[in-house]
């Protein structure tokens, strides 16, 4: 007889100095319908985040505290899901055959999760439950901030993004080589939020013939950026490291770009697709 199937949840504490990771076995067998609700409900939905503690899950960030014997500046209060990182098709495998390693189930971690997020995720109670000063997160650690928009002949949508750490010149350089037209990309093939999917969702339409598949990086729009005008000490929003966006953008560089998986993914036939102008 086969094993039951079981879910697997793999969890992570990107800290200042260290990343942790570990995985719990949960019983019973995730659905597709539970995936899209824990991606609702986290504090990202794109960056996987939320606060361990608050649904019953371990929290990483104490076995760090502990190792160091007390937390530094730049320990926070936020977990990371990894397989929620940007996932638009939810077509990630969760499933196991393996033995469950914790008494909750995934129905119970679903439930948690959508209980918490409509509720609000409870940061400063976090903070103060690990003894952490906020400042370690917000203040004395310098961050990235990223202006992402995507507009077309009839529509226009702006986000801000800040990503973890202090991106360099050499990174805001490397960022333009490899951007589509020196400023803009195909936002989820680096892990940047699709902002078209997100005003279709609020608009309540489909993609029409004005839509497209590219996203502007607004600083980049007529040069490179001084990396000095980028940063920030307001906390990261996304967990994408700057250092990891400039990797992703300069690996696929100018040409490399794949519009007809994304024309795909969006739904835009190619013969309506038209590239947007400034």
């Known amino acids: 007889m ?49 606060i361990a503690h608050q649904v019953g899950l371990p929290t990483l960030s104490e076995k760090t505290s502990a190792m160091r014997k007390f937390p530094v500046p730049g320990d926070h209060a936020y977990s990371v899901l990894p397989d ?16 469950p390693t914790t008494t909750m189930t995934v129905d119970d971690l679903v439930a948690r999760i959508e209980a918490v997020g ?13 003894n952490l000063d906020p400042l370690g997160l917000s203040g004395l650690r310098m961050n990235t901030r990223i202006e992402l928009e995507y507009h077309t002949a009839s529509d226009r949508k702006s986000a801000t993004v800040i990503l973890p750490g202090a991106i360099t010149q050499e990174q805001a350089d490397a960022i333009e080589q490899g951007m589509f037209d020196g400023f803009q990309v195909i936002a989820p093939q680096v892990g940047l939020p699709s902002l078209a999917t997100n005003l279709f969702d609020e608009q309540g339409r489909s993609a ?10 607004s600083d980049w729009l007529t040069s490179s950026p001084l990396a000095e005008s980028l940063h920030t000490t307001d906390a990261p929003t996304l967990y994408l490291p700057i250092e990891d966006l400039a990797k992703r953008i300069q690996n696929i560089g100018r040409d490399g770009w794949d519009f007809a998986a994304e024309e795909d993914r969006l739904d835009i036939p190619a013969d309506d697709y038209e590239s947007p102008s400034m």
């Open 84 to 99: 929620w990182i940007t996932q638009p098709e939810l077509d990630i495998n969760l499933h196991t055959q393996d033995s």
């Open 118 to 130: 409509q509720n609000g995720w409870d940061v400063k109670a976090e903070e103060a439950r690990l």
């Open 2 to 50: 086969d094993a039951p199937m079981n879910t697997k949840i793999r969890l992570m504490y990107p800290g200042p100095h260290e990343k942790v990771e570990d995985a719990i076995i949960l019983a019973g067998e995730i659905t597709d319908r539970q995936i899209a609700t824990i991606q609702q409900n986290l504090i990202s939905t794109s960056g996987g985040e939320l």
């Open 208 to 217: 029409n013939s004005h839509d497209h598949v590219l996203t502007s990086l």
